[in-house]
């Protein structure tokens, strides 16, 4: 795998396998597709590829140790192989021509770390956010205005932010505050709150649950529990009436913090207070 991607990021290609016995290279889809059906009994992902990726869709893709990529695409499909990837015995040969440039970690999204499947090869990303990001992030890597942004559809900083980095941001106020969040805490199956969060001062507990888009939280589902709880509802749709112990956190203090702290906030955040017109 380290070899294969050594080469793709040295020919400036991305592709897949399927590699047909002649190892001819040909753009015509007809032509391979009548050699290779003779040797392999599914080729969807190829298929897929061919027909789903076009000239200046952007594509990312990570490498063996974790690292991150964004890539333009240049050209359509093509079947395509050479006598090093036949020496090094590395199976692209399916591919498209592709300028990629490494992304910083942090400046990858949850929702796109989330589309990496190991049972998928390759898949559409139908996201408009995560599809707007990925346009203003090639834009700032290549120092070229080479896609527009509609910034008037996307001019609020909590539509832009996914339900993880929500969290992550409701995470990191809670501990600027004085509340120190217990990693274990967060987990998946957790339904009725993210994580718990303690206090050093007084070992005081407290839970907090987090909900974007129209979910609304109602206040009085909290009520069983006797310790602190915190509520954001990225766009204040709260119901019930509550109690003393249950608090909300309103979206102007947290748009206070993310303004303020916005200098050591992960990248991506950042990037999205761009495209928002959110800046320092």
Known sequence: MKTTFEYCLKEGLLGVGWRTASNQ?????????????????????????????????????????????LARVLSGWEYWTTEESQSLDVDISNIFRVEIKQVDLTEVPGKITACFRASRTIQKIADEKASAYSRHLWNTLSGQQVYQLNRSTFSDIFMMLDDEETEDLVFLYLQSNGWYVIPNSRKADTMSFEYVCVSPLSGAMAITQVKTGKTPINRDDYLKFNHQVFLFQANEIYQGGGAPHIEHITRQALLDFLMQSAAWLPKSIKRKMEITDHRT
Do not use: F, I, M
């Open 25 to 69: 290279s040909t753009k015509s889809w007809d032509e391979y597709y009548q050699e290779a059906s003779l040797k392999y009994n599914n080729l969807e992902v190829c298929k897929y590829l061919q027909k789903q990726v076009s000239q200046n869709d952007l594509v990312w893709t990570r490498d063996t140790y974790g690292n991150y990529y």
